[in-house]
């Protein structure tokens, strides 16, 4: 990656890229046009907030959704949360220009208008798929995942006390061991249809005082989350952990009935945008 440093503010007022060579992109050519030393802008921004968008990156492309009201000013800081979809799953189209119209894990709840009103963070959910493939698993790399959220502290105004990861399925293992590796950097994680056995890793007692609300369907393989629940409050110290209950959807499955039923229940952004990495310290 080459990086480019200025000792003074510059407004850019044009840029021109150039990437060639599909269906990759390799840059060509990149030019910035401004003024050297401007007086940085104040007032609103605006970013295409209250609608879901495409963000190409140089980690994961994603489906980027800013709240309704972040473009009224440039102070706030809002919440974020990062949600995977599961190894076989995708949340953009096939030439990355476009959100599916059916993607999965929280970007599809954002195809409500009510939903994204009552939406008060940045939810940026990344596609595990090369351009012009959506077939076959794909599993998202915890050290890419990093960098895409220090990405994202540098383009949007990113709350750092209040981070959060939540994934479906592979997209939930992997939230599981961001927990583990990453704890210092997250507020609370949402692992929904769990298919991986945390208690088995040497480092599960790692987040006990992690808050963390799991989801999980009846009709799915049994005992994954609530195991995990009763693992931390037993076997890791004294005293309860910060792992609520499980919820466990008695018609879930593996599938819809059990991610999108637990996405769609706004009580849990109630609960998950209360907690911050502060209140552990």
């Not at 050297?36 to 879901?52: E, M, N």
């Not at 974020?80 to 476009?98: K, P, Q, Y």
């Not at 994204?116 to 076959?136: E, L």
């Not at 006390?161 to 592979?170: E, I, M, N, W």
Request: proline content about 6%; glycine content about 8%.
């Amino acid at each position: 990656m080459k990086s480019l440093t200025f000792t003074s503010p510059v407004i850019t007022t044009k840029v021109r890229l150039v990437c060639k060579d599909a269906p990759y992109c390799r840059l060509r050519e990149l030019k910035l046009m401004g003024t050297p030393g401007a007086v940085l802008p104040t007032g609103p921004t605006t970013c295409a907030a209250g609608q879901q968008t495409v963000a190409r990156g140089p980690r994961y492309d994603a489906a980027v959704f800013l709240p309704e009201h972040y473009n009224d000013d440039r102070t706030t800081h809002w919440p974020l949360i990062i949600a995977l979809h599961g190894i076989g799953g995708s949340t953009l189209n096939l030439e990355h220009t476009a959100v599916l119209s059916n993607p999965e894990g929280l970007a599809k709840q954002l195809n409500s208008a009510s939903f994204r009103a009552a939406m008060q963070a940045i939810v940026i959910s990344p596609n595990q798929r090369m351009p012009v493939t959506n077939s076959g698993n794909g599993w998202f790399n915890a050290n890419t995942l990093m960098a895409l959220l220090e990405d994202a502290k540098k383009n949007y105004r990113v709350d750092a006390d209040r981070v959060y990861f939540t994934g479906l399925s592979g997209g939930a293992n992997t939230s599981i061991e961001l927990g583990m590796t990453q704890t210092a950097h997250l507020a609370a994680i949402v692992p929904i249809a769990l298919t991986s056995t945390p208690t088995n890793d040497p480092n599960v007692c790692v987040l006990k005082p992690l808050p963390i609300w799991a989801f999980h369907g009846a009709l799915d393989t049994p005992g994954r989350s609530t195991n995990l629940k009763l693992w931390l409050d037993t076997k890791c110290g004294a005293g309860a952990s910060a792992m609520r209950a499980v919820t466990v959807y008695p018609n879930g499955g593996h599938n819809g009935a059990t991610w999108d039923t637990a996405y769609a229940d706004l009580s849990l952004y109630d609960w998950l945008l209360q907690q911050r990495i502060s209140d552990r310290q």
